[in-house]
């Protein structure tokens, strides 16, 4: 699975209305047995987001925050999915037939990595759900709708 960076984001923030389920979904996904995929995209929106002093209510140092980001890559199943040889024609296809823009260019990056890379993505942001062919799991629906607004 891929993991976007709301999931990482949501685990570390103690604050976070979604802190507990993303911790538990996010430690038993590190400790279980398939591989996590980290992408780059995410794991700099994690740094970026948890650094940031008017995004963040306790923002992390950037050496702290690098921390989670360097302890995640040392765990053995953790991978960083890169775009392969037929990125470019799944991310055409997800942004010009679904004619996305803005802050869904990115999303639609992740669900082209996930979709390639024939795996699915764990996130918990609903617009996942309008890509056609990528599984998306919600650590939400998992916990029972647990820290859903």
């Not at 960076?5 to 103690?14: G, H, T």
């Not at 921390?67 to 040889?85: E, N, T, Y």
Request: charged residues 20%; contains cysteine; aromatic residues 8%.
């Amino acid at each position: 699975m891929i993991v976007d960076a709301n999931v990482l984001i949501y685990a570390v923030d103690e604050q976070s209305h979604f802190h507990e389920v993303a911790r538990s979904w996010l430690e038993d996904a590190l400790n279980g047995n398939e591989r996590v995929g980290l992408p780059w995209v995410s794991l700099m929106a994690f740094q970026r987001i948890m650094t940031h002093p008017r995004v963040s209510a306790n923002p992390l140092s950037p050496r702290d925050a690098w921390g989670f980001v360097s302890d995640w890559l040392d765990i053995a199943q953790v991978w960083v999915p890169a775009a392969g040889q037929r990125h470019r024609d799944i991310l055409k296809r997800l942004l010009i037939d679904g004619d996305l823009r803005a802050n869904l260019v990115t999303d639609a990056h992740l669900a082209a990595l996930a979709i390639e890379h024939g795996t699915s993505i764990c996130s918990l942001d609903s617009d996942f759900a309008r890509f056609g062919g990528l599984r998306w799991i919600n650590p939400t629906d998992l916990a029972g709708g647990f820290g859903r607004s």
